[in-house]
């Protein structure tokens, strides 16, 4: 089964920028496995954030963004607020299903 | 506002069928507009997509798990239900019903999950 890989963990400082990627053991990455992210914090169901690699649901604060980068999926959060402490978890589409990547704890310190 | 409450056993004992189900509120299951699927996490682990049904009932779901889960949907009651069978201690998780809009990837409305143990 396809493998989807993010960073375990990433330390960001407050007001700083934070790029999380999301790779595929299938290969690049393309607009085609429409990617999507996952906010999750303890205790609390995910919260959907981008879709379709760019696209921003309504309550999808503007500091967040979606991208291709190199082959893979990528969340970018400008200007961390402390709340954005939490395990981002992006999907991949792959015809007929999907797959979670294992999850990127995001930590602001 | 859609509203989606996982229902079932929280305790489930090994080699037997863990069954839930998803009550949903607020919307009809019988809209071609979503896919409506079950989603799982291991305590301290990550999510995994177990699988997702469509309005006129086709289903989808991960190769892994395909050979002992049914999702099914019960649109006189506005719920649809997931099946696993010989579940072993593995299939401890916190189980969460969703719904995606326009596809299989774009889960916006969560239930707040239920745990299912898998224990004799």
């Known amino acids: 089964q396809t493998v989807v890989t993010q960073e375990p963990s990433l330390t960001v400082s407050p007001g700083g920028t934070v790029t999380l990627t999301c790779a595929s053991s299938a290969g690049a990455v393309t607009n085609g496995y429409y990617p999507n992210w996952y906010q999750q914090k303890p205790g609390q169901a995910p919260r959907a954030l981008i879709y379709?690699?760019?696209n921003k649901h309504s309550w999808t604060p503007a500091r967040f963004s979606g991208s291709l980068l190199g082959g893979k999926a990528a969340l970018t959060l400008s200007g961390v607020q402390p709340e954005d402490e939490a395990e981002y978890y992006c999907l991949l589409y792959y015809g007929g299903g999907v797959v979670f990547g294992g999850g990127t704890k995001l930590t602001v310190l | 506002q859609v509203q989606l409450q996982e229902s079932g056993p929280g305790l489930v004992k090994p080699s037997e069928t863990l069954s839930l189900t998803c009550t949903v509120s607020?919307?009809?299951?019988?809209?071609?507009?979503?896919?409506w699927g079950w989603i799982r996490q291991p305590p301290g682990k990550g999510l995994e997509w177990i699988g997702s049904i469509y309005y006129n009932g086709n289903t989808y779901y991960n190769p892994s798990l395909e050979s002992r889960v049914t999702i099914s949907a019960d649109t006189s009651k506005n719920h649809f239900s997931l099946t696993l069978s010989s579940v072993t201690a593995a299939d401890t998780a916190l189980y969460y019903c969703?719904?995606?809009?326009?596809?299989?990837?774009?889960?916006?409305?969560w239930g707040q999950g239920t745990l299912v143990t898998v224990s004799s």
């Open positions: 379709s690699t760019t």
């Open positions: 969703a719904r995606s809009r326009g596809g299989l990837t774009t889960y916006s409305d």
């Open positions: 607020g919307g009809s299951i019988s809209s071609s507009s979503y896919y």
